[in-house]
């Protein structure tokens, strides 16, 4: 059985179509074209069941497929690669093929990890944290996380994920964990109001929360990278993710009930911690709560601790036993961190962006580039007019486009 039967036989059995109608598109074209016939391709995506979707239209367009192994996988899915002869590397073995000799042609990043690697192409990276690897990049580097396509995923199911996560652990059911069904009237404080915690905030909203979210009230939205020539014309890259500043996304979140402090009060911020049922970073910064003025609070307060993002957000002096998943992205524990028809737009981005490495890479030059939004355009209509949340991403732009 060859390697697209093999991924099929596992898919077609889970998903529906209308599930993933971006990669379905791009799977059907690529099995005409085979714009990667020939070449060597790298995916470090996380490596879950759903993301094996990106692996079939990738292979479908004739890529030789090597799975990059960092992070958080699924073990028995890093096995079923393994057994049906799917190479799974780690950045070292990568490095010392590489003095062997053995080079990739493309690298699909996760977060950075590949970075170091020089691959006879390119790069694409999915994270906005994963930039700051490639600042100094002697190859051309696609930003797939700088425009509105990547908000499906963070602003709809990372949000999504968060929840799912606290009920897989007993939270918000019924148990011994909560005095009743569902998170109706918990306070839930979020930590940052870029995509992600936006998302989680309006995900609270919907379940019935008091919601309020810390964020930086006092400065302005950080500047995008340097882009090239060519990418300036190009989507408009958004704040971070999971950035502090309050970017476009206070205003949203107020229109819509939520609360929104200044992280710089740390009297109001500290009598949050203490008073919250739940309490979940989401700022992508590396020790976001570390003041002083925090940590007692931190430490005694009886909320539930989570957080979101990639770095400790906590900082040292929390142990790794108070917050969940001893600090790891809370929805890593499930199955499907998050939901593939939330992340099928993300993912075809992603392997779309190699495809126009291939096409341009001669004429890109070295360093960052943002997605054409003609491409982005397109991945969004597919999703809208074909798949199960289109709804949803139309609800989402519209509060996106309308501040």
């Known amino acids: 059985m060859d390697l697209l039967s093999i991924f099929s036989s596992v898919l077609d059995e889970v998903y529906e179509k209308n599930e ?46 090597l799975v990059g192994l960092s992070g958080m996988n699924d073990p028995d899915v890093v096995d079923f ?41 390119g790069f694409v990276e999915l994270t906005r944290s994963g930039v700051q690897y490639y600042k100094d990049a002697k190859k051309p580097v696609f930003v797939a996380d700088s425009g509105i396509v990547k908000r499906i995923e963070t602003s709809l199911g990372t949000g999504d994920g968060y929840f799912r996560a ?16 569902g998170f109706e009237g918990l306070r839930l404080l979020v930590f940052g109001s870029g995509k992600v915690g936006s998302g989680i905030a309006l995900q609270g909203v919907r379940r019935g929360c008091d919601v309020t979210v810390v964020t930086d009230l006092k400065r302005a939205p950080s500047e995008p990278p340097a882009q090239s020539e060519n990418a300036k014309n190009a989507s ?72 979101m993002g990639v770095e400790d957000e906590y900082g040292e ?55 054409p939004q003609e491409l982005e355009q397109r991945l969004l209509s597919i999703a809208i007019q074909n798949g199960v949340i289109g709804p949803e991403i139309c609800n989402m732009l519209g509060f996106a486009t309308g501040d």
Not at 32 to 59: D, H, K, S, W
Not at 265 to 291: K, M, Q, R, S
């Open 317 to 371: 002096a929390i142990p790794a036993e108070k917050v969940l998943n001893a600090k790891g992205p809370l929805n890593f524990i499930l199955e499907e961190p998050t939901h593939l028809k939330y992340i099928d737009t993300s993912l075809a981005l992603h392997a779309a962006l190699a495809e126009r490495l291939v096409q341009e890479a001669a004429t890109l030059g070295d360093g960052l580039h943002f997605p």
């Open 166 to 181: 606290l009920e897989k652990l007993g939270y918000g059911v019924f148990g011994e964990k909560t005095q009743g069904a």
């Open 236 to 307: 408009n890259p958004e704040n971070s993710a999971n950035s502090m500043p309050a970017g476009d996304f206070s205003a949203v979140l107020e229109q819509n009930g939520v609360n929104v402090v200044d992280c710089h009060d740390y009297p109001a911020v500290a009598a949050l911690i203490e008073n919250a049922d739940f309490v979940v970073t989401a700022t992508g910064v590396a020790g976001a709560l570390n003041a002083p003025e925090l940590q007692k609070s931190l430490l005694s307060t009886k909320a539930v601790l989570a957080n």
């Open 20 to 65: 993933y109608p971006a990669l379905v598109a791009l799977q059907s074209e690529w099995s005409e074209t085979r714009p990667f016939e020939g070449l060597r391709v790298l995916v470090a995506t996380p490596i879950y069941r759903n993301t094996m979707t990106q692996y079939r239209a990738l292979v479908a367009g004739g890529a030789e497929l």
């Open 81 to 121: 690669m393994g057994e049906w002869g799917v190479p799974v590397v780690t950045p070292a073995e990568m490095l010392e093929a590489e003095s062997r000799g053995e080079f990739v042609d493309l690298v699909l990043d996760c977060a950075g990890p590949f970075a170091g690697l020089h691959p006879k192409i």
